[in-house]
Every structure is written in C-alpha cells, then in structure tokens.
C-alpha cells in the first residue's frame, strides 16, 4: 500500500506521511483546526497551490494566512472574480478579459453593451457583498481546450487568451456558483474570504493594452484582510494627497517649472532658502568628518565620458554639444571629474584617505511621462563624495561613511533599512576583489550591529554597494543614500599612488551620497513634513502681526530688527487685515512661530507666541524667545513655547 503513500515536509523540517490525493486542507486539519481555518493558501514545491488541490506525490509545504503576502495577493485575485460575477449579475451580456493584481488591489477588463460609470460601483460593491454572504466555494478544474472553447464559446476575449495558453500547459478553470473564469489561479477556498474591498475607478483601458485593439471598461478595487486596514489606505491616501509635494511647493513658493526648460527645477526664494540649509548642514558635517568641498565643470569631453563607461551606460540620457568642432557633454554624474582631480598629481599614500566632496549639478535626460515634480527631473544637485583609500582603508571609511549618514537621517527624524546589493551577472574585474568588497562591506554592518537583507546580484557592474532606504511620515520606503565600492573606475583612469613599499599601485574607491538628490530629497521632506517644516528649516522662521500697523508699528519693528540682529528667518505682516485673518494666513503658510503684538506686549516689552499647529498661546520677554528659538534652531529641534524645552 505503501505507493498509495506520500511524504509531506514541513518548514520545521519534520516529516509526515499522508495518502496521494491529500490537500493542502487535509493535512492543516490533520495538525490543527485552527489551522485549517486560518490557513487560505499554501505552497507546494515552491508552487502557490488552492488549499483543495490535490497532491499526489512527496512535497515540501507551507501554509499561508490571509494577511501573509501570499494570502494577500491571492485574497485580491479572488476579489477579481467576485467582481466580475457581480458585473454578470447586474449587467447582462459581458465579456471577460484580464483581471490582474497590482499593488493594494485589483482591476477587470469588461466589455458589455452597457456603459459602467462610477456611480454604479455602489451597486457592484452591493452586489460582491451579497457574492460573499452567499460563502460559495470556489473549485479549480482542469479542462480540454476543446471543452474551454466550447464553455467561452460567445467570449471573444476569453477565446483569445485561450490561444495564448502555451500547448504543454493545462487548461485551468474556476467556478463559484454560476461564475466560470478561465484561470491559472490560485484563488481562496471560498467567496466568504474576501473580508473588505473597495472599488475605486472605473476607465477606458485597449484590449492588451494595444492601441489598435477595442477599448474595454476597466474597473479598479482595492482590498485588505480587514475593515481597519481599508480604512487606514483610504486615510494615507487623503494625507498623502494633502502632503503631495507638487501641490505644497505651489502654495509655500517653494519652487516651479517651466515649459522653457521641462523637468528643471527652478527655486523660488522660500525654496532656496532650505537647499541653503540643507547644503550648509551637510557642508559642516563633512567638515567635521574631514571632507575637502571640490567643484567640477558642468560640461566635459565626451572622450572622458567614453573612458569612464558612462557612455556606453547613459549616452541615451545625456544631453550634448559641440564647440570648436570638439563633442562635449552635460555631466550626468560627478564620479569622472573627481578622478581627474585625483589624477592631477602623484599621491602618497600618506595622502589617503582623501575625502572629495561635491555639491554638483548634473543633468540626465527622462521621458516626459517620468517626471514627477522634483522626484523626477532632468537636472538636479547630487551630494556626491569620493574617498580615494588604500585595501586596509576600506573598513573604516565605510563605518566613518555610514556613521554621516546616520547623523543626517537621525535629525531629520528617519528610520530606515539598510540593503548590501552583490556582484551582478554582468560585472567586471576580477572575482577575488568582488569577494574582498562584498566582505568588507559585510563586516561593517556586522560591526556596526545593522540589520541589513542581502539582495543578491543587484550591486553596480564596478562593485557591491550599500543603499539606504529611509521610511517617512507616511511609512513610505525611499532610497537616497549609498555606499558604493569601486574598483574599476580607478583602473579606467588609470589611478596611482605610491605605497609604503614605494610602489605604484591603486587606490580604491568608495562613492557615497546622503541625500543622493538634494531636490528629490527636497521633494520628500516637503510631503515628511507636510510642507510643516522644522524651525531650521522653515523659509520663514518667525510672523510679526501688530494688532494695528499705526498704534505698534514702532515696538514692531524693535522686535523685527532684534530678530534680525539674531540670524531669525523674519517677516511683518502689515495688511490692514484683521488679525485673525493674519493668523489664519501665517498658519496657511505654515509659519513655526507668529508674535502677535499689542497694547499689553508694548508695555511689558513681551510677545505673544503661537507655535504652528497649536491654539495655545504664551507670553514671553522678547530675550526668552530669542534664547530659545536660537537654541531650537542650532539644535535641529523644536521649541516648546511652554517651558522652553529643545526636543532633538
């Protein structure tokens, strides 16, 4: 009896015995009920399986929950199915396309006779609720062609994706009550899973996205394992709309574009001020980590773009010209000039490590349909550094490297992750150095006890490298920062410096950025912040309102020129407005801190502060103020008006 027999394995590599024929529900009821009623999907030899599939010979298992990833993408499959049947159910005559997952959700290429707007999602969300409530068990079979040609023999679109299922696969369908779908799966074991979900949109789409085909109606949802979590996507997007960059940038005056030069930034004063204040912060901290500030032509030879590789790499992203019938390039990065620095005369080793840094603009060209205000644009200031080191160097530089970056991303109050990228497949140099890099690397977040995850073959083609992807307000993953170690670059330009044996040799190189973009990393402060920024930041740090521009203009100004005298980012406001339309406009604005001035702060010599975003006000001699701004300021903090705390 014992070919009747199979060998489940577990993730906890123990073993169990089951008959052929077992599914994946079998045997999480043969551990647990609870399991069983858990468990949505699971995994065969690394195949997503229905939990009612059969399993007919020995495999390795796992089972998967709804709120797992894998239960969340087929939970939201599903959610496709039980969409399109309630189309069916509503709408007559409807041919099905395709119905793919994407990112939070799903969406089905329809076509009917009926034209679907949005204010009928309502009545198909009904409809999907009442499919739920029915609990109808969903069944994958396995089928003819002939047999799948004649059950979608009056959908065109089905008969077509039909023809393109290759000949050595199976034909797979899946039914749930009256609803038949032509489908690889997997899907959940029943409607009942399907916990909460919305439909959102409803727009044109081609028939496989090709212009020369039908246009269909498309129809977007998103789904979630719970109510809570539907209802906190809905709330990050309504604050990530209010938080979009774009729009803020418009309404603080922070920077604009213009058809005169697509995808380039141009900076209104208010947004000069905080790349000002960004370049400074960065400037200084270098400084205090023994960085030299170099500055490299915006246009070289296109000979120096050939010798470095960028040409093979980005010539189709670069922008060009030629004078004196010599080929020049706008430079798409800073790496090149900095090797020509280093290359200007004979170093010793007791010149390394030297640090190169670079406030530099580079210029790289998108397409039009990727820019995105200033997270994609065509020219923008990359905050690059070069360390030129020696073998025994590398360690060291790295951690002195990540500890910057730590200092920078810890003030602007960023958590992040860190990920070590390894040699690619198509990579160059020797195997020996790639290995050395990839455990140099390895050893300093180990030192400097990181958590990190290893994305395997994903490095630079001249060496492995480490990217940090900070998390904002919204929890929202970007990658700026990176260490990169280089071994190639210095043997393209043909680096040397002489060692302690009075040898020539290479030196190594590490590149590192912090904020990578100072305007994306612009971009993503605005919307961390929601355009509130911190009291160092802020183009305007401090609002003067007299109650009446006549009666204190006079202790006004004494306030306005003592803050002044300070260093504090200042401005009057002197509309004849009334003043809580003042306020109201200063908070619009975003404003740290408004002094409002009248009859009582004259006498006493006081100001009535406000903070931004709080209703409290609190009275205070003007020098309190001014210590404790100057405080939060010089701190990267914020300044409690209430007893004159600097929170870090």
Request: net charge negative.
């Amino acid at each position: 009896m014992s070919h009747k027999k199979m060998v489940i394995s577990f993730p906890d590599g123990s073993k169990k015995s089951y008959l052929k024929g077992n599914t994946l529900e079998d045997v999480a009821q043969s551990i647990s009920p609870s399991l069983k009623k858990k468990s949505v999907i699971g995994r065969v030899n690394g195949i997503l399986y229905d939990m009612q599939r059969p399993i007919n010979s020995n495999a390795e298992i796992e089972l998967f929950p709804l709120n797992s990833p894998e239960g969340l993408e087929v939970m939201r499959h599903t959610a496709t199915h039980i969409m399109a049947q309630a189309v069916k159910r509503l709408f007559g005559r409807v041919n099905l396309g395709a119905g793919p997952v994407v990112e939070n959700g799903f969406y089905y290429d329809i076509d009917t006779d009926q034209s679907i707007s949005k204010d009928d999602l309502s009545k198909i969300e009904k409809e999907m609720n009442n499919i739920v409530a029915e609990n109808l068990l969903i069944r994958r079979e396995l089928i003819s062609r002939d047999e799948a040609e004649s059950i979608f023999s009056n959908d065109h679109l089905k008969l077509e994706l039909l023809k393109k299922i290759p000949p050595e696969e199976d034909v797979s369908i899946y039914k749930q009550g009256e609803f038949i779908d032509l489908c690889r799966g997997p899907h959940l074991p029943s409607t009942k899973f399907l916990k909460a979900f919305s439909l959102t949109n409803i727009s044109g789409a081609y028939w496989l996205g090709n212009s020369d085909n039908e246009m269909l109606q498309r129809i977007y949802g998103v789904a979630f394992p719970s109510e809570k979590e539907l209802n906190e996507y809905f709330y990050f997007l309504e604050e990530a709309k209010k938080r979009d960059h774009r729009k803020l940038g418009k309404q603080l005056e922070l920077f604009m574009f213009s058809d005169e030069a697509p995808g380039m930034p141009f900076y209104l004063s208010n947004g000069q001020v905080i790349r000002n204040e960004l370049e400074a912060f960065l400037r200084s901290l270098q400084e205090s980590f023994n960085y030299k500030e170099v500055k490299t032509p915006l246009m070289m030879n296109q000979r120096l773009w050939e010798q470095s590789g960028h040409w093979n790499h980005y010539k189709d992203n670069m922008y060009f010209s030629e004078v004196d019938q010599q080929h020049f390039a706008l430079k798409p990065m800073n790496c090149p000039g900095h090797m020509l620095i280093f290359k200007d005369r004979l170093r010793s080793y007791r010149d390394l490590p030297i640090r190169m840094a670079e406030f530099g603009q580079v210029h790289r060209h998108e397409f039009s349909g990727a820019l995105n205000g200033l997270l994609r644009v065509r020219s923008f200031c990359q905050d690059d550094a070069h360390i030129f080191v020696t073998p025994n160097q590398i360690e060291e530089e790295i951690t002195s490297a990540l500890r910057l970056i730590d200092d920078v991303y810890r003030t602007f109050g960023f958590n992040y992750e860190i990920e070590l990228s390894t040699r690619p497949e198509k990579s160059m140099g020797d195997t020996r150095l790639w290995d050395q890099a990839e455990g140099a690397l390895k050893n300093v977040l180990e030192k400097l006890g990181y958590d990190f995850r290893l994305n395997e073959g994903d490095g630079a083609f001249y060496g492995p490298k480490i990217d940090i992807h900070i998390k904002d307000a919204l929890n929202r993953s970007h990658q700026c920062a990176t260490v990169q170690l280089d071994f190639q670059m210095p043997e393209k330009f043909d680096l040397e410096y002489i060692n302690e044996h009075n040898e020539k040799v290479r030196p190594v190189v590490i590149h590192r950025a912090v904020f990578g973009s100072i305007d994306r990393f612009l971009g993503i402060l605005i919307e961390h912040y929601g355009g509130a920024f911190p009291t160092w930041l802020a183009p305007i740090q401090v609002k003067v309102l007299p109650v009446s521009n006549e009666v204190h203009k006079e202790y006004s100004d004494q306030v306005m020129n003592r803050l002044k005298q300070e260093g504090i980012r200042v401005e009057k406001d002197s509309r004849e407005e009334k003043l809580g339309y003042k306020i109201r406009g200063a908070q619009i604005n975003k404003t740290p801190f408004i002094l409002v001035l009248g009859d009582k702060e004259v006498e006493k010599g006081y100001v009535n502060v406000r903070s931004y975003g709080n209703k409290a006000t609190k009275e205070m001699e003007l020098g309190e103020f001014v210590t404790g701004i100057k405080q939060s300021i010089a701190n990267k903090g914020l300044l409690d008006i209430n007893n004159i705390q600097v929170h870090l």
